[in-house]
């Protein structure tokens, strides 16, 4: 069963959690937690208990007060909010168990009006949509699967600039979760060589302005080999491969959501340059030899540059071919 869309005021239970989880690993005494949120000990101790009913880890010593050990992975509000620090993404969330897609449903409420920032997560997707008519695969309980409803500023032609942004956001909430990852053009996060995760843009536009963007990320957070299929094995990976160690899904979708914020207010402020210099940095497609199979062409040749419309340059013999979208397959490195 989905469970219900939650944008409400926080209750006091999420509010004890948050005070918790601002605190790190330090206790923080009920008295403190008493007089910060104007409740009575008694109710303090009565929403911990609750907390520790919803699968919360909470040590509790006497004179120290309350310290949070550990948090249920799970991506419910409850877990979510007391984490997220943005001013706009993800101040409104929908978390579901399962939906087709949750770009299905970030578009269905971008049509509907929701407002800039609004985030869809949900722990399955039974029809995950990948570029190019893929599909994602999306195993519960383990990853990733996130949309959110973006309203930029922008004429249409400036559109594939945001997906860019979102892959160094990307690139940085992997990296800063302990994986050394880099971007394969135009917005693929790899690995050792192999997929960790994807943006998937699809947007609605007026003639001189877009309407609204809905921005899928899929990440793999915690699939182990054998949650991909056979064929899929060689190619993908996840952080929890990577670094040894499962990844707390909460904190990683609280991350990405933050450096996804910042990266989209330096776009606002400063346009494509810096965006452009960012994925330059974390890309690991220049400089390599490449096969492109883009709009019914191939072409092979040395990547060069990502020039200022966020098109691929390549080098093909004397020629210098522009590549607006394709999929990239990356020789060796040189
Ligand atoms: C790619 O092919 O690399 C893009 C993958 C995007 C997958 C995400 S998961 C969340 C959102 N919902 C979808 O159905 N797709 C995107």
Redesign the pocket.
């Known amino acids: 069963m989905p469970r219900m869309p939650e944008t409400g005021q926080p209750g006091s239970e999420e509010l004890v959690l948050g005070f918790l989880a601002e605190a790190g690993d330090e206790f923080v005494s009920g008295g403190a937690i008493s007089d910060k949120l104007g409740l009575s000990r008694a109710a303090v101790w009565k929403h911990v208990e609750q907390l520790r009913a919803h699968g919360y880890r909470i040590d509790a010593a006497p004179a120290r007060g309350y310290r949070l050990r550990e948090i249920p992975d799970r991506l419910t509000p409850l877990e979510l909010r007391p984490l997220i620090a943005t001013r706009d993404l993800g101040q409104v969330l929908h978390c579901f168990d399962e939906v ?5 449903v ?1 578009r269905t409420l971008a049509e509907d009006e929701a407002g800039h920032g609004e985030v869809v997560i ?1 722990e399955r ?1 039974t ?6 008519g ?1 599909a ?1 695969v ?1 195993p519960p309980g383990r ?5 959110a409803v973006l309203r930029p500023d922008l004429p249409p032609q400036r559109a594939p600039e945001i997906t860019l942004v979102a892959s160094v956001a990307l690139c940085d909430a992997v990296r800063q979760a302990g994986v050394e990852a880099g971007i394969k053009w135009p ?2 996060l790899l690995a050792s060589g192999r ?1 960790l ?4 843009t699809e947007l609605a536009s007026e003639p001189d302005r877009v309407d609204w963007v809905v921005l ?4 793999n957070l915690n699939a182990r080999p054998e949650d991909f299929p056979p064929e899929l094995r060689a190619e993908a990976t996840s952080v929890a491969i990577e670094r040894g160690q499962p990844a707390p899904r909460a904190l990683f979708a609280a991350a990405l959501l933050k450096a996804l914020e910042d990266w989209l207010d330096r776009h606002a402020d400063g346009g494509f340059g810096p965006v452009r210099e960012a994925w330059r940095e974390r890309s690991v497609t220049l400089g390599r030899e490449v096969q492109i199979s883009a709009d019914g062409r191939d072409i092979a040749g040395v990547a060069e540059d990502l020039d200022e419309s966020g098109a691929l340059l390549v080098r093909a013999g004397k020629r210098l071919e522009r590549v607006l979208s394709g999929d990239v397959v990356l020789a060796r490195a040189r």
């Open positions: 087709t897609s949750t770009n299905d970030a949900a997707q029809a995950g949509r990948g570029r190019r893929r994602w999306s990853n990733l699967y996130l949309s917005n693929d997929k995760a994807g943006v998937l899928g990320i899929g990440v």
